[in-house]
């Protein structure tokens, strides 16, 4: 045989693990150097535990599981990269702050995740490990210049200039949650608590707005599809109940979206990419709105970048920070494999 061939051989038979921490859940896979999901996982997080051993103890089982697939498809695990929602500090493997995870302050998720599985962890934001996903095997495939924004219980970004990730002076760029796009909102300690956007765009930000409009006395079919329970509507009945015509809960998701839309028109201004994604749990639910956030981004965005930007949704939905999340480990603990012609910096 020769060595390109068994270069090529001994690439194919590397894979890594990609694990996604959300707000509400964890979303684990198994991922080979094409970029193919052989094996997945999700359960739902154990965020309340003071003591942050919870989410733990669930990424490491689900780290092993995937572990344990890999030898039975006689493929070699060359690390795990772990995509988290927080303060990192990704040379030693602490999170910093994870606002929605308790005792996850100062927290060594990569060292105990490392001694817990046996492979090699690497940590990063959620926003480059997602945007990584999409650049290699989503929507934006190919592109050099990328800004994914994730709008799901959160708001985030991650972006990819020149093709290369952008994280900035201190590994937190993307938190655009926090773009301020209302004056009154800077005296506001609403907005001020969790930020702007993140507060009216967000999933619990959409659902607590209609919950205030049906304890307003506003009519809308989603406090019957919550059971009547307005307590129980989420985002996810929000925009239920929009598409099926609900007049109050259209409203609500109408303010997100114009709010989105100036977020979109800004990040456009101010990066010129080829490609804004829409990514998260709200995120993946603007198709139908894509049409309103496009008119915004042409009426108010730099008119020469304007054009030339194409604005989706995500196409890999959960998968994207998984999926990134095991590039990352591959190109970091991976000699000789190469996720896509682009590195991963």
């Not at 198994?30 to 739902?44: I, K, N, Q």
């Not at 103890?57 to 990269?81: F, H, N, P, S, T």
């Not at 995870?101 to 959620?126: E, K, N, S, Y």
């Amino acid at each position: 045989m020769s060595k390109s061939a068994s270069d090529l051989n001994e690439t194919a038979s590397k894979a890594a693990v990609g694990v996604d921490v959300g707000g509400t859940k964890i979303a684990c896979g198994l991922v080979d150097a094409t970029g193919a999901v052989l094996e997945s996982r999700r359960v739902t997080i154990d965020a309340n535990d003071p003591t942050g051993k919870g989410p733990f103890r669930q990424i490491a089982e689900m780290v092993c599981q995937a572990v344990d697939a890999a030898r039975g498809m006689r493929l070699a695990v060359v690390g795990c990269g772990v995509a988290v929602p927080a303060v990192l500090d990704r040379g030693s493997g602490v999170v910093i702050w994870a606002p929605n995870i308790a005792g996850w302050r100062g927290f060594p998720l990569g060292d105990l995740l490392q001694d817990a599985t046996g492979v090699p962890v690497l940590l990063d934001h959620d926003g480059p490990a997602a945007v990584l996903g999409e650049q290699w095997m989503g929507a934006a495939r190919g592109c050099d210049h990328v800004v994914l924004l994730i709008i799901g219980t959160g708001v985030g970004a991650g972006f990819i200039l020149d093709g290369r990730v952008y994280r900035g002076a201190r590994g937190i760029a993307g938190a655009v949650g926090w773009s301020c796009l209302e004056p009154e909102a800077v005296e506001d300690p609403v907005y001020r608590e969790k930020g702007f956007l993140e507060t009216v765009a967000a999933g619990p930000g959409i659902a607590r707005q209609l919950r205030e409009r049906i304890t307003r006395g506003e009519p809308s079919i989603a406090l019957d599809i919550a059971g009547g329970d307005v307590c129980a509507i989420t985002a996810e009945v929000v925009f239920s109940s929009a598409e099926k015509g609900d007049e109050t809960a259209r409203r609500v998701v109408g303010r997100a979206v114009r709010y989105i839309g100036m977020a979109v028109s800004n990040l456009v201004s101010a990066f010129n990419p080829e490609v804004v994604v829409l990514g998260g749990g709200v995120g993946h639910r603007l198709g139908p709105y894509l049409g309103e956030i496009r008119r915004v981004v042409d009426a108010t965005a730099q008119p020469q970048s304007a054009p030339v930007v194409r604005v989706t949704c995500a196409k890999l939905g959960d998968d994207a920070g998984v999926i990134g999340a095991a590039r990352l480990a591959m190109e970091a603990f991976g000699p000789g494999v190469r996720a896509s012609h682009h590195e991963a910096h």
